[in-house]
């Protein structure tokens, strides 16, 4: 059974010399039939492992040893440039005393193959974030209550599928675009979290305690550079939460009040554990301030 890594990949176009895209999955296909045909089936992992290492050590992306390659004479990408070498070299050399000056030819390389694959920018995207949480105080805006221990927060369960399937995060919802005011932010959050998650805060469900803007976020996916414009809520339920830990609606969608301590051992993302350590640093921050107050 062969093994296919980014290593034999490129030490498989080299050798014969493919220039296709490495990512299609025709030339992927291709790259394992001829892997299959290489491989040794009375010492497979040796073969591979050999397979491998020659692409580590010495065919390497950008700045290959051919003089120490072992398969060199087989190399079809370096009989090419060795050809393109012999052919060009006195006709260059007659150009150059024609004309000062010699239009710059791309001569051909090893690591031309396989052909470089532009990566694609990632796109811009736009979210409101709310970490929410709830206190147990039936207080008015206080460091204390703000701070309390047995105070709880809400995550949001990830769709299974697509981007970050099932893990969890802070209700968050994207935006139409970047220009969108402080109050129209509020307004789409405050919108999702009434649909969506069954939480009213300008009626009697919820008293808010505290509610403010604590700064914008940029993480980085691989093809998605997502802006979060993250509030910081602070509600109280009257009634209390009452088995309201953890429930799921119709659509799917599941919500979980969870404590500090249990929010470090869940299945956070990491753009939402990086979002904790902003949240806490605000947070003290604040309860500097009250504290200097008193």
Same mark, same amino acid.
């Given at each position: 059974? &062969?093994? =296919?890594? *980014?290593?034999?990949?490129?030490? $498989?176009?080299? /050798?014969? @010399?493919?220039?296709?895209? +490495?990512?299609?999955?025709?030339?992927?296909?291709?790259?394992?039939?001829?892997?299959?045909?290489?491989?040794? &089936?009375? =010492?497979? *992992?040796?073969?591979?492992?050999? $397979?491998?290492? /020659?692409? @580590?050590?010495?065919?390497? +992306?950008?700045?290959?040893?051919?003089?120490?390659?072992?398969?060199?004479?087989?190399?079809?990408?370096?009989?090419?440039?060795?050809?393109?070498?012999?052919?060009?070299?006195?006709?260059?050399?007659?150009?150059?005393?024609?004309?000062?000056?010699?239009?710059?030819?791309?001569?051909?390389?090893?690591?031309?193959?396989?052909?470089?694959?532009?990566?694609?920018?990632?796109?811009?995207?736009?979210?409101?974030?709310?970490?929410?949480?709830?206190?147990?105080?039936?207080?008015?805006?206080?460091?204390?209550?703000?701070?309390?221990?047995?105070?709880?927060?809400?995550?949001?369960?990830?769709?299974?599928?697509?981007?970050?399937?099932?893990?969890?995060?802070?209700?968050?919802?994207?935006?139409?675009?970047?220009?969108?005011?402080?109050?129209?932010?509020?307004?789409?959050?405050?919108?999702?979290?009434?649909?969506?998650?069954?939480?009213?805060?300008?009626?009697?469900?919820?008293?808010?305690?505290?509610?403010?803007?604590?700064?914008?976020?940029?993480?980085?996916?691989?093809?998605?550079?997502?802006?979060?414009?993250?509030?910081?809520?602070?509600?109280?339920?009257?009634?209390?939460?009452?088995?309201?830990?953890?429930?799921?609606?119709?659509?799917?969608?599941?919500?979980?009040?969870?404590?500090?301590?249990?929010?470090?051992?869940?299945?956070?993302?990491?753009?939402?554990?990086?979002?904790?350590?902003?949240?806490?640093?605000?947070?003290?921050?604040?309860?500097?301030?009250?504290?200097?107050?008193?």
């Amino acid at each position: 059974m &062969p093994v =296919v890594d *980014g290593n034999v990949v490129r030490v $498989l176009c080299r /050798l014969k @010399a493919i220039s296709a895209n +490495p990512k299609l999955s025709t030339t992927i296909k291709r790259l394992w039939e001829l892997a299959g045909q290489l491989v040794d &089936p009375k =010492v497979p *992992g040796d073969f591979n492992q050999a $397979l491998m290492e /020659l692409g @580590a050590t010495i065919c390497t +992306p950008t700045s290959p040893t051919c003089s120490s390659c072992p398969v060199a004479e087989h190399c079809n990408a370096l009989a090419i440039v060795r050809s393109y070498d012999s052919k060009n070299k006195h006709a260059m050399q007659s150009l150059s005393t024609v004309y000062n000056e010699v239009e710059a030819v791309t001569a051909p390389s090893v690591i031309d193959y396989p052909m470089k694959v532009l990566k694609p920018m990632p796109r811009e995207e736009f979210a409101a974030v709310c970490v929410v949480e709830m206190s147990p105080e039936n207080a008015s805006e206080n460091f204390l209550c703000i701070n309390s221990d047995r105070n709880s927060f809400l995550l949001v369960r990830r769709p299974q599928q697509g981007l970050l399937a099932g893990l969890w995060e802070f209700p968050s919802v994207l935006l139409s675009g970047l220009n969108l005011s402080l109050n129209e932010r509020k307004v789409t959050m405050d919108r999702y979290l009434e649909i969506s998650l069954g939480i009213q805060t300008s009626q009697g469900t919820y008293k808010e305690i505290l509610r403010k803007s604590v700064g914008h976020y940029i993480h980085v996916f691989s093809h998605i550079r997502l802006h979060m414009y993250i509030e910081w809520m602070v509600l109280h339920a009257p009634d209390g939460l009452h088995g309201m830990q953890e429930n799921e609606d119709e659509n799917g969608t599941v919500i979980k009040w969870v404590d500090k301590e249990a929010i470090h051992s869940m299945g956070l993302t990491s753009g939402v554990r990086k979002l904790c350590r902003y949240i806490r640093c605000s947070k003290n921050i604040r309860i500097t301030k009250e504290l200097g107050n008193l």
